[in-house]
């Protein structure tokens, strides 16, 4: 079994900043992609920011230069920053990973998602 945990949402008001992390657990061999998406009310979810296994980070370019993600040094962390967040920032916001595994049955790669965590701007 792999379990994907996120925490560290809450309420903000616009221009502040939050930090979201995210930990990847079980039966897990490798992890290659990890990222975050977002989905608004009433929007389909979309992606904030993912970075691969010793590869560069990527952001949507709603994001880019406010919040960066990162890789943590325990296997299957990773974090978010967001800085300077907007109210349009509101949503829940997912951890993903792509990763090896025999859950299930022989070695493969699966992508598991988090529950979600909310992540409210407003003042």
């Known amino acids: 079994q792999v379990q994907v945990v996120e925490s560290g949402g809450g309420l903000v008001q616009p221009g502040g900043s939050l930090r979201l992390s995210c930990a990847a657990s079980?039966?897990?061999?490798?992890?290659?992609?990890m990222g975050w998406y977002r989905q608004a009310p009433g929007k389909q979810r979309e992606l904030v920011a993912a970075?691969?296994?010793?590869?560069?980070?990527n952001y949507a370019d709603s994001v880019k230069g406010r919040f960066t993600i990162a890789r943590g040094n325990a296997k299957g962390s990773m974090s978010l920053q967001m800085n300077s967040l907007k109210p349009e920032g509101t949503a829940v916001y997912y951890c993903?990973?792509?990763?090896?595994?025999?859950?299930?049955?022989?070695?493969?790669?699966?992508?598991?998602w988090g529950q979600g965590t909310q992540v409210t701007v407003s003042s």
């Open positions: 079980g039966s897990i061999f490798n992890i290659n992609r």
């Open positions: 970075i691969p296994s010793g590869g560069q980070a």
């Open positions: 993903n990973a792509v990763v090896a595994t025999t859950s299930g049955g022989g070695l493969r790669w699966l992508e598991y």
